[in-house]
Antibody, heavy 121, light 109 residues
């Protein structure tokens, strides 16, 4: 059974940093690209970042470019999101999701349950 | 800035048919945008329904179908069930980046 479990969320002050993790199980992790998506309270979905199977290709939404860094550890089956210079508008539930292939393209299938990040003083 | 627009809300009767659309402000949506559709119910994570315009996942009910319609991506629900009441989001691929649609709230009444 494919499982994606996010962790690392919490309350953080503006300007500080936080690292999110996504533990993957039930599939061969390095066969798939992965993504982070966020959803602010009461709002829609926003793609944040994606990474190909071997970390050779990464992408970011303009809203987080230069502040967030996506990475993965295929030996440990983990996806990460390093979030720096956090702002109030980064407050959201952060999901990880699995792509259908090695790199971006066709679509996504499985999602985790999310981890909540609250940026407030 | 790329904006992907969906109908804010649609209402459908049980057993009826409803079509949701997904438009890009950059022009016509084609198969090259690999349209995906997701369903989200309150308090739950999104669930994938359709990928690459019209392909269903193994768990996608047969009553859901995807297509291209008049320069937009479309999701059609046929024989709507009460449990289909949810928010639906499309997702488009812009060559290295993705943009979600604004979402459509489907009410079954």
């Amino acid at each position: 059974e494919v499982q994606l479990v996010e962790s690392g969320g919490g309350l953080v002050q503006p300007g500080r940093s936080l690292r999110l993790s996504c533990a993957a199980s039930g599939f061969t992790f390095d066969d798939y690209a992965m993504h982070w998506v966020r959803q602010a309270p009461g709002k829609g979905l926003e793609w944040v970042s994606g990474i190909s199977w071997n970390s050779g290709n990464t992408g970011y939404a303009d809203s987080v470019k230069g502040r967030f860094t996506i990475s993965r550890d295929n030996a440990k089956n983990f996806l990460y999101l390093q979030m720096n210079s956090l702002r109030a508008e980064d407050t959201a539930l952060y999901y990880c999701a699995r792509d259908l292939g090695y790199s971006y393209g066709q679509g996504w299938d499985y999602w985790g349950q999310g981890t909540l990040v609250t940026v407030s003083s | 800035q790329t904006v992907v627009t969906q109908e804010p809300s649609l209402t459908v009767s049980p057993g009826g048919t409803v079509t949701l659309t997904c438009a890009s402000n950059t022009g016509a949506v084609t198969s090259g945008y690999y349209p995906n559709w997701f369903q989200q119910k309150p308090g739950q994570a999104p669930r994938a329904l359709i990928y690459s315009t019209s392909n269903k996942h193994s768990w996608t009910p047969a009553r859901f179908s995807g297509s291209l319609l008049g320069g937009k991506a479309a999701l059609t629900l046929s024989g709507v069930q009460p449990e289909d009441e949810a928010e639906y989001y499309c997702l488009l691929y812009y060559g290295g980046a993705y943009v979600f649609g604004t979402g459509t709230k489907v009410t079954v009444l």
